[in-house]
């Protein structure tokens, strides 16, 4: 097995939109994912895993600078490997490659979101030395939001 990371290119956008939809379940069109790769590249990296060639992860690192500390925030908003080549390290190497980038770019700290239920994303994350740090909260924004009906 020979596993290759790198950074994705816009010639890369059915690879991406592909894991993506697998992952999220998002169904975007090749060349809308193309022109973000280029349109984002300041603020985010996607890097793909290759196993001989074929991909079967992405790692999405939010990397920018913000007003109220002189490091960069960075972030991996998004891990995803094929059922198929889940255990074997792909994870794992992307994690690596994610925190490399991010000290490479003066980060002091790198954060990841997961879900609460994710128990072997948890395990990843935890053997490479992240550690529990907050409740992350959100809300969708838009007409799809339904009101609480609760008092």
């Excluded at 793909?48 to 999405?60: I, K, Q, R, T, Y």
Aim: glycine fraction near 8%; aromatic fraction near 8%; charge should be negative.
């Amino acid at each position: 097995m020979s596993l290759v990371i790198r950074q994705a290119t816009p010639a890369d956008a059915a690879a991406v939109a592909q894991l993506n939809h697998l992952f999220n379940g998002v169904a975007a069109d090749v060349p809308g994912i193309a022109a973000r790769i280029v349109r984002c590249t300041a603020t985010e990296r996607i890097f793909l895993a290759e196993v001989d060639g074929l991909a079967v992860g992405f790692l999405s690192l939010w990397l920018f600078p913000i007003v109220c500390y002189p490091e960069p925030y960075a972030e991996v908003s998004e891990l995803f490997v094929c059922e198929g080549y889940r255990q074997a390290g792909v994870g794992t190497a992307l994690m690596r490659e994610a925190i490399e980038v991010a000290r490479i770019e003066g980060a002091a700290e790198l954060k990841v979101n997961t879900g609460f239920r994710n128990t072997a994303a948890q395990r990843l994350y935890t053997a490479l030395g992240f550690e529990n740090l907050c409740l992350h909260l959100w809300t969708r924004l838009g007409g799809d939001t339904e009101e609480s009906t609760e008092t």
